[in-house]
């Protein structure tokens, strides 16, 4: 059997699921007056997360504690140029669409793996400067009625025809000048396809916008923080919006930008937006004088037909931290103290669980479901934070669990209606705030040291939990080594699978947490698995290419694995006898280059590390990359050779590869940038950073 009709959930609540013929559980379900739709996704997988429920779960069952044992590789799809994978793919009969690091569109064959057609966006020859604004990631398609819809970096939202590939329609959704860009997947429901954007970190104004799926119009669009005082007249949200903002915050920046999550709710017909940081991050320079800053950091709802506002949460008033609330929202229908609750559960960076009655936003319950030192709990009555002292830096500096990086971000939870619990990618990480460093915002933000971690063995590492979001407790936790994890996907089946950094695709007993089949994908995992079905067989598949944002942090989340090793997508059946093509091991020894004769200016080396800020995301924190978006500069021959390093940097004869082009810098701030990577390059050399001893120049 392919499809489970389990319908009682455990852990205190019950859910209803029903396909097919209507049928009502016995005891206490009899107080639910009628059954909802079928959760998650049968044969096909049609949304990111499985369903407009965003619940990340497979009813297919096939594969399961009994034959999990003979679940193999059934083949695999090597894809060259790709770096930073973080989509999870789409299955409508049989075929799987999904998006590369710089939103490449793919469809490939579910059953044979071939490649059935492609579609580049070439975001470097339409908007090249938007490259400058964001790394190499994209989380994946939206599907309707014969199109996929995909959005680009530089902010174009696409249609395509599904069994060609063929451009239907493009439109702009962000201004070509501004620093907005876009790497969150669309989502589609009632003939709309919406989208957000990211660039809170450089101020910009966060919005949705809804637009026809066949034609590309505008439908509606609402922002999610206030602009001028012109603007905002007439307007209530905003109107509302502006009395918890001071000073001229319109001129300096407000963030709050939607660069993620968005769920739609069928049965009550609402759009859900998580959204994003404030920015600048230091309150007091974008809203002097104190103000809560709606609606930044927090949960809205919208009507799905006009996009007018109906309430929000707001989980950190006044956001300091990039707390961005912009992480799944997941919908299920639970019973709470003997009522049955129409709920949004989330479980964002700052490291408490949400449930959220979905009717009105009022707070149910939250709880801390990791380490969190930035408050103490979340007070039921006003849904606030109790916040601990000097949070906001006041004193200087602040050293906080979590970090910005969050207890949990993008990557997918799972909620599984048979067990009732909720699967949370969960990363234990610190961060230390120091104002006044000349930072965007007045504040440098500097993940801690491998050193600093070393009074707790957990911090720097990440786990999957399993989570019971009616008693608010965890279940049980499954520990990994290495802290930028995949996301999760659970099944009928009683299993949870989540890839990690390690290079693992792992499954879970769903109830136990017990670990029981691993297979070595050659390649760190940060996507989420998805399943499908084709002629009654059940297969899984995930991309599989570490990178993206880990390299903002350096050190921490480099695990080891290269530029150059090969990016796959990767699937799975039972019986499964495929072989996967060898690739390199993941090797933390780097292989620097020096040129011995070259004199280094220690003025040039100190300005080069100030400004290697703009190549830090991708290159990585203090020049150690993460293997992806970019690679590690000092092992560069590119980098090597200044003239070389002129002209990928400044005439960027790189571009059509993903690196941008800086015409701004001047010759002498490139040549600072490139006299700091030769400094770096020669200290590891010096400290035998070689697994095999050092080379020089044209070795």
């Known amino acids: 059997m392919l499809m489970s009709a389990t319908r009682v959930g455990a852990c205190g609540f019950l859910v209803l699921w029903l396909y097919g013929a209507p049928e009502l559980a016995r005891g206490a379900s009899a107080k639910i007056a009628s059954p909802v739709r079928a959760i998650g996704a049968g044969a096909n997988w049609t949304a990111r997360n499985a ?191 502006a009395a918890t903002w001071h000073g001229d915050y319109w001129k300096t920046g407000t963030g709050g930008v939607v660069w993620d999550s968005i769920t739609f709710d069928a049965a009550l017909n609402h759009i859900y937006i998580g959204t994003g940081n404030g920015g600048p991050y230091d309150p007091e320079v974008r809203s002097p004088g104190g103000g809560d800053n709606l609606y930044t950091a927090s949960i809205v709802a919208l009507d799905a037909n006009t996009g007018k506002y109906v309430w929000h949460y707001q989980l950190n008033p006044r956001d300091s931290w990039d707390f961005d609330a912009t992480d799944q929202m997941t919908l299920a229908d639970l019973v709470i103290d003997g009522k049955h609750r129409q709920v949004l559960m989330q479980a964002p960076k700052n490291g408490f669980f949400y449930v959220l009655d979905r009717t009105n936003g009022k707070l149910i319950s939250a709880e801390k479901y990791g380490k969190v030192t930035w408050a103490s709990s979340i007070d039921r009555k006003t849904g606030r934070p109790v916040e601990a002292a000097n949070i906001r830096y006041e004193t200087g500096e602040s050293t906080i669990f979590p970090g910005p990086t969050g207890a949990h971000s993008w990557m997918s939870q799972s909620f599984d209606p048979k067990t009732g619990l909720v699967y949370i990618p969960y990363m234990q990480s610190g961060v230390r705030f120091t104002k006044g460093k000349p930072q965007p915002g007045g504040v440098f933000v500097a993940g801690l040291g491998i050193k600093e971690y070393e009074s707790d063995p957990l911090d720097g590492k990440g786990a999957l939990l399993a989570w019971d979001p009616v008693s608010q407790r965890q279940v049980w936790k499954a520990q990994l080594i290495t802290l930028w994890n995949g996301g999760a996907m659970a099944t009928a089946g009683d299993l949870v699978f989540q890839g990690a950094a390690d290079g693992n695709l792992y499954a879970y007993s769903a109830t136990t947490g017990a670990r029981l089949w691993k297979f070595y994908a050659g390649m760190g995992i940060i996507a989420a698995p998805m399943s499908f079905a084709v002629h009654g067989k059940q297969y899984i598949s995930i991309l599989a290419g570490y990178g993206a944002s880990a390299a903002i942090w350096g050190s921490l989340m480099n695990v080891g694995w290269k530029f150059a090793s090969p990016r796959r997508l990767l699937t799975f059946a039972l019986d499964g006898t495929a072989v996967l093509p060898p690739s390199p091991p993941r090797n933390m020894a ?50 090597l050779d200044p003239d070389s390093f002129w002209h990928v940097v400044h005439d960027g004869a790189l571009m059509q590869n993903g690196m941008p082009r800086y015409p701004s810098f001047t010759r002498q701030q490139v040549m600072q940038i490139y006299a700091y990577i030769r400094a770096g390059a020669r200290e590891a050399l010096a400290k035998g950073s070689t697994a095999s001893g050092t080379r020089a120049a044209g070795h």
């Open 51 to 241: 369903d407009s429920d965003e619940t990340a779960y497979s009813r297919l069952d096939q594969i399961d504690h009994a034959d999990i044992k003979r679940l193999g590789l059934a083949w695999s799809l090597d894809l060259p140029g790709e770096v930073s994978l973080e989509a999870t793919p789409l299955a409508i009969d049989g075929v799987l669409y999904f998006t590369g690091s710089y939103a490449s569109v793919y469809a490939v064959d579910g059953v044979s793996g071939k490649l059935l057609w492609t579609y580049a966006p070439e975001t470097w020859k339409h908007d090249p400067m938007k490259m400058v604004y964001g790394f190499a990631a994209n989380r994946g398609v939206a599907y309707a009625d014969g199109r996929i819809f995909s959005a680009a970096l530089d902010g174009r939202l696409i249609a395509l025809d599904a069994k060609t590939g063929k451009l239907l329609w493009s439109v702009e959704t962000t201004g070509p000048q501004s620093m907005q860009t876009i790497t969150g997947a669309p989502r589609t429901f009632d003939g709309k396809v919406i989208i957000g954007n990211a660039g809170a970190d450089f101020g910009a104004r966060g919005y949705v916008t809804a637009y026809d799926q066949a034609t590309g119009k505008q439908v509606w669009r609402f922002y999610t923080v206030p602009g001028s005082p012109e603007q905002n007249r007439g307007d209530p949200a905003m109107e509302r919006a």
């Open 590 to 639: 780097i292989h620097p280059l020096d040129n011995p004769a070259l004199k280094l200016n220690p003025a040039d080396v100190a300005a080069g590390h100030a400004m290697f800020m703009a190549c830090a995301p991708c290159h990585g924190r203090d020049l150690v990359a993460a293997g992806g978006p970019a690679p590690d500069l000092r092992e560069s021959q590119i980098a």
